[in-house]
Nanobody, 126 residues
Framework: QVQLVESGGALAQPGGSLRLSCVAS????????MSWARQAPGKGLEWVSG????????YYADSVKGRFTISRDNAKTTVYLQMNSLKPEDTALYFC???????????????????WGQGTQVTVSS
């Protein structure tokens, strides 16, 4: 079954850390770029970070640069998002997404992705 399953979301305090995981199945994971996106309450979907198929290149939205780190383990078909120095504005439902093809021209263009997980909730509050 072709799917992405996220986990790791939780309630965290401002300044805290969380690590999200996304396990892929049903396709050749190492052939595709992956991204994380998020949707805050009442807002649209926002791209957060992306990673090339072999993990050599990573990309970040300005809002998370320097605080979040994306990585992947192709042997485990898993992509991660390490989130540090969390802020209340990071509160959102976080999704991972698989690229349509091997190459991604613009990681922040959400139309570049054709498979999404169900999401994992991150809440940052004291």
């Amino acid at each position: 079954q072709v799917q992405l399953v996220e986990s790791g979301g939780a309630l965290a305090q401002p300044g805290g850390s969380l690590r999200l995981s996304c396990v892929a199945s049903g396709f050749t994971f190492s052939n595709y770029a992956m991204s994380w996106a998020r949707q805050a309450p009442g807002k649209g979907l926002e791209w957060v970070s992306g990673i090339y198929s072999d993990g050599t290149d990573t990309y970040y939205a300005d809002s998370v640069k320097g605080r979040f780190t994306i990585s992947r383990d192709n042997a485990k078909t898993t992509v991660y998002l390490q989130m540090n120095s969390l802020k209340p504005e990071d509160t959102a439902l976080y999704f991972c997404a698989k690229s349509r093809g091997h190459w991604v021209v613009d990681y922040s263009d959400l139309s570049m992705y054709n498979l999404w997980g169900q999401g994992t909730q991150v809440t940052v509050s004291s």
